[in-house]
C-alpha cells in the first residue's frame, strides 16, 4: 500500500524560510515523478511543483518560481520542499502526491495527508 | 499556460440523482486531464484519468468523458458519501499542472 506522510509545517514569519517533507513508502520511490500542491483553507488546489524520479528535472507554478525548491533523496525514499521568502499568501495545506505514470509526468494518484504552512508575523 | 474553468462551482442535488460536472480548457489538451473528490479535512482522491480511465476501486457510477477543451464527469445516481467538491487538472506535456477552481457537489 501506498503511504505518504508529510512533515515540517510550522509557523513562520513573512520572509522567513523552512523545510517542508514527504516520507514515501509502499511502491518503488525512484520510479515516480513526485507533485506538491497547496490548497489555502476553504479554496481550490494549486499545483506547486515536480520533480522527476531521478531529480534532473524540475518544474514549479510561477506563484512560487525562484523562491521555493524541489528536491528528493531517493536512498532515503523522501522528497522536500524547500521554501524561502515566505509569503502570508502561501499560507496553506502542502500536500505530496505520488505520479501516476512510471518514468513519466502525469497526474497524482496516491496523496498524503498534508501539512498545514502558517505564514504569520 | 493552460487554464481549467469548471461548471457549475457548486450543486444541489438529491440521493439518486444523476450529476454531471463540466470542465473547460483554455487550449487542447488532448485526453490529458484527470477528476479528484475532496471531502472536508481530507486529502483529494483520484477518481479518473486520461479523461475517462475509473482509478481503481472507484465504482462505477463515477464516468468521465470528453477530449480537446470540453470534458465531463458524471455521477450516474448520487449516493450520500458522493457530496464533496470534485476538481478537474490537466497534465498535457510538462507542467504547470494546473486545477479547475473546483465544483461543491451539496445535498438538496
Known amino acids: 500500500e501506498v503511504q505518504l506522510v508529510e512533515s515540517g509545517g510550522v509557523v513562520v514569519q513573512p520572509g522567513g524560510s523552512m523545510i517542508i517533507s514527504c516520507a514515501a513508502s509502499?511502491?518503488?520511490?525512484?520510479?515516480?515523478?513526485m507533485h506538491w500542491v497547496r490548497q489555502v483553507p476553504g479554496k481550490s488546489l494549486e499545483w506547486v511543483s515536480l520533480?522527476?524520479?531521478?531529480?534532473?528535472?524540475?518544474y514549479y507554478a510561477d506563484s512560487v518560481k525562484d523562491r521555493f525548491i524541489i528536491s528528493r533523496d531517493n536512498s532515503k525514499n523522501s522528497l522536500y520542499l524547500q521554501m524561502n521568502s515566505l509569503r502570508t499568501e502561501d499560507t496553506a495545506f502542502y500536500y505530496c502526491?505520488?505520479?501516476?505514470?512510471?518514468?513519466?509526468?502525469?497526474?497524482?494518484?496516491?496523496w498524503g495527508q498534508g501539512t498545514l504552512v502558517t505564514v504569520s508575523s | 499556460d493552460i487554464q481549467m474553468t469548471q461548471s457549475p462551482s457548486s450543486l444541489s442535488a438529491s440521493v439518486g440523482d444523476r450529476v454531471t460536472i463540466t470542465c473547460r480548457a483554455s487550449?487542447?489538451?488532448?485526453?490529458?486531464l484527470a477528476w479528484f473528490q475532496q471531502k472536508p479535512g481530507k486529502a483529494p482522491k483520484s477518481l479518473i484519468y486520461?479523461?475517462?480511465t475509473l482509478q481503481s476501486g472507484v465504482p462505477s457510477r463515477f464516468s468521465g468523458s470528453g477530449s480537446g477543451t470540453h470534458f465531463t464527469l458524471t455521477i450516474s445516481s448520487l449516493q450520500p458519501e458522493d457530496f464533496a467538491t470534485y476538481y478537474c487538472?490537466?497534465?498535457?506535456?510538462?507542467?504547470?499542472?494546473?486545477f479547475g477552481q473546483g465544483t461543491k457537489v451539496e445535498i438538496k
Open positions: 487538472q490537466h497534465y498535457r506535456l510538462y507542467p504547470p499542472y494546473s
Open positions: 486520461d479523461a475517462s
Open positions: 509502499g511502491f518503488t520511490f525512484d520510479d515516480y515523478s
Open positions: 502526491a505520488k505520479d501516476r505514470a512510471s518514468r513519466g509526468y502525469s497526474s497524482g494518484d496516491s
Open positions: 520533480i522527476n524520479w531521478d531529480a534532473t528535472r524540475t
Open positions: 487550449q487542447g489538451i488532448s485526453s490529458y
